[in-house]
């Protein structure tokens, strides 16, 4: 299935990200490039020829789910983000998100992902499920009760801006305090980007000679 989001960036973290993922799909080339000359694909004809192809192709598949090939965006950003979500707790299973609740990572009370200056670009990621659902959900169900104390605090001070100002210090700060607590899925994806885009490429490795 995939969920695809979007995020904003600085477009120089976004250009980074993306010659990652060049220099991967230009590493993978040589690496196929290699292994069908070790496989004498030149020399095979049918049944022989199909088979070196599917091993090759399975053995590429095989790199590409461990992390040695990362040649989409996603690719590129599962190790970090794994660790990421590993991090905050959030790599388990969770409850589904209640029909009709407001989604994750566009929490009131948030700072969304506009906060901070030079986020202009956007990123487009289609993330697997494996990688999506924990997100999601986790960030849902972990800044709920954040949620429902600022909505508290709202029933209480109004949330208009007259209505602010007659608030008490104490209760500003504890407003703030609150809203400091949630995370949206644009921080922790733009966490993961950044930790991805300052680690030098995971070079895929060149197939061994046959038998070795």
């Known amino acids: ?32 490039a290699a292994a069908e000359q070790q496989a004498g694909l030149l020399d095979l004809r049918g049944p ?21 090939h990362r040649v989409t ?21 969770w409850e589904p998100i209640p029909e009709g609740a407001q989604q994750a990572g566009q929490n009131l009370g948030g700072t969304g992902p506009y906060d901070g ?9 289609t993330l697997p499920d494996a990688l999506a659902v924990p997100l999601l959900r986790g960030v849902y169900w972990t800044n709920l ?6 909505q508290a605090w709202g029933d209480q001070w ?10 008490l210090d104490e209760a500003l700060a504890e407003r703030a305090h609150t809203a400091a607590q949630i995370t949206t899925t644009g921080q922790i994806l733009r966490t993961a ?6 680690q030098p490429p995971n070079t895929p490795t060149v197939p061994a000679k046959p038998g070795t």
């Open 145 to 150: 009760p954040h949620l429902q104390a600022l």
């Open 1 to 32: 299935m995939g969920h695809t989001m979007v995020i904003a960036v600085p477009p120089a973290d976004l250009a980074r990200l993306d010659a990652y993922v060049d220099a991967h799909k230009t590493a993978e080339t040589r690496w196929q």
């Open 193 to 198: 980007l950044h930790h991805t885009i300052n």
């Open 158 to 167: 109004g949330t208009d801006t007259a209505n602010r100002r007659a608030a």
């Open 73 to 93: 965006r996603w690719r590129a950003l599962a190790p970090a983000l794994r660790a990421e979500l590993d991090k905050r707790a959030l790599l388990r299973d």
């Open 117 to 125: 200056a030079g986020y202009t670009a956007r990123l487009c990621v």
């Open 48 to 68: 022989a020829l199909r088979a070196a192809r599917t091993r090759i192709r399975g053995e590429r598949d095989r790199l590409r789910e461990a992390g040695k």
